[in-house]
């Protein structure tokens, strides 16, 4: 009997510290991997290194947090506040960040690749090399957000709002770019892109194109945004 005890109370402590680090209080490196940490305030928190992986965000708020170097993969953070938030070398793989307010937010170097973005709201956010690879970004607000060495490589941009944003060196190689929105927009020196997938944005005489494409005759063009 007494080996099964010693397996049972090590499968006690095992629960019982996995239990207690979801209780712990927020700091660098915090393991709070697959926690309910939902509705709390948590802005200007350090957090940097933490591991926040399958984590429940939703609703939280974490603006002007450092989450530099954070485990963020497959989280579910729907709605969160992040505006100003520190997200540098992030990992947000997968991780679900539906109608998230991301204003201002420095994701210089994240992962967000297959990150559902829909209508999340990353006006003046830095993305500088930053990995979208086949994200969810349909009806994002990227107003003036810096993109530039971006991989937008197969990104959903339908009808995401590129005004004024920067995206020189971007690779926009297969993104769906229906009806979005690049007024404004430097494409001038992004990659990938063709006259097909200029032809279905919505753009104007302020929009940069690179050399060898050409507006078309549907510009300048206005979307019709339905009710929210």
């Known amino acids: 009997m007494r080996p099964l005890l010693a397996i049972l109370a090590f499968v006690f402590l095992a629960v019982g510290s996995a239990a207690a680090s979801c209780r712990d209080y927020p700091g660098p490196g915090i393991d709070w991997s697959g926690c309910d940490k939902s509705r709390r305030l948590l802005s200007e928190d350090d957090l940097h290194g933490a591991n926040l992986a399958h984590a429940d965000l939703s609703y939280t708020d974490l603006s002007g947090a450092n989450l530099s170097d954070a485990k963020l ?129 919505c753009g104007d005489s302020t929009t940069k194109l690179p050399g060898g494409l050409t507006p078309p005759q549907s510009w300048p063009c206005i979307r019709s945004e339905p009710a929210e």
């Open 73 to 201: 993969n497959e989280a579910s953070m729907s709605r969160v506040r992040l505006t100003g938030a520190d997200l540098k070398r992030a990992d947000l793989t997968k991780a679900m960040l539906e109608r998230a307010d991301l204003r201002g937010a420095d994701l210089n170097g994240a992962t967000l690749s297959k990150t559902e973005l829909h209508r999340a709201d990353l006006s003046e956010a830095v993305l500088v090399g930053a990995n979208l690879e086949k994200a969810e970004l349909g009806r994002a607000k990227l107003i003036r957000a810096d993109l530039t060495n971006a991989i937008l490589v197969r990104a959903y941009l339908a009808r995401a709002d590129l005004g004024s944003a920067r995206l020189a060196a971007a690779d926009l190689t297969e993104a769906d770019l229906n009806l979005a929105d690049v007024r404004g927009a430097d494409l001038s020196q992004a990659k990938g892109l063709t006259q097909e997938q200029i032809s279905e944005t």
